[in-house]
Nanobody, 123 residues
Framework: VQLQASGGGLVQAGGSLRLSCTCS????????MGWFRQAPGKEREFVAA????????RYAESVEDRFTISRGYAESTMYLQMTTLKPEDTAVYYC?????????????????WGQGTLVTVSS
């Protein structure tokens, strides 16, 4: 199973970006998926997660009301719409596929990870 994240880039504070994640195998359609991020010098942290059918979502408190996670028509795809971006959102964003079908927040619940895409928010 391989995951490919894309959509990162440089944006000014207050701007928006949409990250995408595709899974190379149809098995991801039966699994929850999530986004994590790691800023320079910090540990990887949970951002958002979505259940196998897109019906349930979880968000970190720091991004709730600004970010929206969703799954595509092909359920092996996932998106993260990020709005009102702040400099503290600067990080490498990783997509991941969970062992189960329920949206979860702990990194240990995910067994497949993408390579990450860099998001830089300038002030």
């Amino acid at each position: 199973v391989q995951l490919q994240a894309s959509g990162g880039g440089l944006v000014q504070a207050g701007g928006s970006l949409r990250l995408s994640c595709t899974c190379s195998r149809r098995t991801c359609s039966n699994n929850a998926m999530g986004w994590f991020r790691q800023a320079p010098g910090k540990e990887r942290e949970f951002v958002a997660a979505v259940g196998w059918n897109g019906g349930s979502t979880r968000y970190a408190e720091s991004v709730e009301d600004r970010f929206t996670i969703s799954r595509g028509y092909a359920e092996s795809t996932m998106y993260l719409q990020m709005t009102t971006l702040k400099p503290e959102d600067t990080a490498v964003y990783y997509c991941a596929s969970a062992r189960g079908s329920v949206a979860v927040t702990t990194a240990s619940s995910y067994n497949y990870w993408g390579q990450g895409t860099l998001v830089t928010v300038s002030s």
